[in-house]
């Protein structure tokens, strides 16, 4: 398993908690929110290949919120690099 030693800041943790609040946010950006806060404490986790997709789709997304995307980026941050 990869180590990775990142956990979700406060910031992120407060607007990945705002997400999973709001009824009209995506599902995407509730799947990425959701990782993000999954990974706020230690020991730290890493973010799933699915999550990981949802997070990005959320990011690429020119309609998704400005809370959205910092859930979003929290959680792509700990997803471990693609073996070469």
């Known amino acids: 398993m990869v180590k990775i ?3 979700t800041g406060k910031k ?3 607007a990945a908690s705002e997400v999973l609040r709001n009824p009209s946010t995506s ?3 509730k799947a990425a929110a959701g990782s993000a806060l999954a ?3 230690a020991p730290p986790k890493v973010t ?3 999550a ?3 997070a990005s789709k959320t990011l690429r ?3 998704t919120s400005k809370t ?3 859930a979003a980026g929290s959680a792509l941050t700990q997803k471990p690099n693609r073996k070469k």
Request: charged share 20%; no cysteine.
């Open 12 to 14: 992120a943790a407060s």
């Open 52 to 54: 990981a997709t949802a």
């Open 5 to 7: 030693n990142e956990v």
């Open 27 to 29: 599902k995407a950006a």
């Open 68 to 70: 959205s995307k910092t």
């Open 61 to 63: 997304n020119a309609s």
């Open 48 to 50: 799933s290949a699915k």
């Open 39 to 41: 990974q706020t404490k």
